[in-house]
């Protein structure tokens, strides 16, 4: 008997902490930036859904082009920027995350990318990126996944410890802002090693972290020295250039 009572309790105790560590991260989801509705958008489709947006026309695309959120921002916060891409002629998709952390579910990309290779088996290559935190995930998902995309784009982001990308046949583009203060360039140098050789590093000299997206001033960042169409701008064509 004392020994079901000591299951019971334990029992309950984990029942407990996995409530709890539910709620907690609803609550903490709960506070994110929002997406601002002055957004410059080109004039190209973009179909938005309740957690996810495609943007551009996907029958006449160059190629395919997946993007992670950052942390606790909301998805739609990068049309802007994957609108001008997509401009270009390439079929651009971000992805809504649970509570916006892309940590939560890496592998958000599978579906799509599976009903997208069956709707539009034109779309011979893939790519996949994403900034700050989504960057790491969707390099995680990649290196997991050999064989299944050309590229990763990395915004102010980088490879996790277990995550190499030598030897996956992956292109790789780095971009991120010389005023950035919320970037940890701490792990990005300590994990460098994790880029394949040949990877193509860009620093924007005056750009900060914020303004990859449309969801205003990020705490903890720098004031950028150029223009949030300037950062935006340059990213897009450097990410169309990579994938040319």
Request: with cysteine; net charge neutral; hydrophobic share 40%.
């Amino acid at each position: 008997m004392i020994i079901f009572k000591i299951l019971k309790v334990i029992l309950e105790v984990i029942l407990f902490l996995v409530v709890f560590m539910f709620v907690a991260t609803a609550i903490y989801g709960l506070f994110y930036y929002h997406t601002q509705k002055d957004m410059k958008l080109e004039n190209v489709k973009i179909k938005k859904n309740r957690t996810y947006c495609e943007i551009g026309d996907p029958e006449t695309a160059k190629a395919g082009f997946i993007f992670y959120p950052g942390g606790k921002v909301g998805f739609d916060s990068y049309n802007e920027l994957l609108s001008k891409i997509a401009k270009e002629g390439y079929f651009c998709v971000v992805m809504g995350m649970p509570v916006n952390l892309a940590v939560l579910h890496p592998s958000r990309a599978d579906k799509f990318l599976k009903k997208y290779k069956e709707l539009y088996p034109n779309i011979e290559n893939w790519y996949i990126g994403g900034h700050s935190l989504g960057g790491t995930i969707a390099c995680k998902h990649a290196v997991a996944r050999p064989n299944t995309y050309k590229g990763v784009v990395f915004l102010a982001a980088y490879p996790d410890k277990n995550d190499d990308m030598n030897g996956t046949g992956m292109k790789v583009l780095s971009m991120y802002g010389s005023k950035d203060n919320v970037f940890n360039m701490g792990r990005y140098t300590e994990y460098h090693h994790n880029f394949p050789e040949d990877f193509e590093e860009i620093i924007i000299e005056g750009a900060n972290h914020g303004q990859f997206g449309n969801y205003g001033f990020q705490k903890g960042d720098n004031e950028a020295d150029i223009s949030h169409e300037e950062q935006i701008g340059f990213t897009a064509k450097k990410i169309v250039e990579f994938m040319n």
